[in-house]
């Protein structure tokens, strides 16, 4: 016969009550982090697979090296809407084409990616 945990190695009827606290630590909806926090935790060097899906729903937006990128998350986080149309009129920020995947799928490009729900902001890494 072949020896499997028992029960209480699963803990097998536990309730909710029981589940340690800890697990709180992995709920967005309380994370305490500042704004600037959040945004560092939240970003960090990518290829074009991980940008594809968000190219495709529409939810990708491309951050010219110009501008950085962090201040660029902080205006979307804080509904600074007057900035990111600004930045959006310049050329700074654009909604990427097929062209710009072309060009990135080319020459195998990485970049700084940056979750701004419900966005993703890109930079290009040099």
């Known amino acids: 016969m ?3 945990p028992s029960n209480s190695e699963f803990n097998v009827g536990r309730s909710k009550s029981d589940i340690p606290s ?11 982090l500042s704004d600037l926090e959040k945004l560092e935790k ?3 060097d990518v290829d074009w697979s991980y ?6 729903s529409g939810s990708m ?13 902080l205006a979307f986080t804080n509904d600074d ?18 062209l710009h995947v072309e060009h990135w799928k080319k020459n195998d490009t990485h970049f700084n ?8 902001l890109a930079q290009p890494i040099s």
């Open 42 to 44: 939240y970003s960090g």
């Open 113 to 120: 990616a940056m979750i701004v729900r419900p966005f993703v």
């Open 22 to 32: 800890k697990l709180s630590d992995y709920n967005p909806a309380e994370d305490n």
């Open 81 to 98: 809407s007057d900035q990111v149309q600004a930045w959006l009129k310049s050329g700074d920020l654009v909604q990427p084409c097929d």
């Open 61 to 73: 937006i491309y951050v010219d090296p110009a501008l950085d990128l962090k201040t660029a998350g």
């Open 2 to 4: 072949i020896e499997g």
């Open 51 to 56: 940008l594809r899906p968000h190219y495709e």
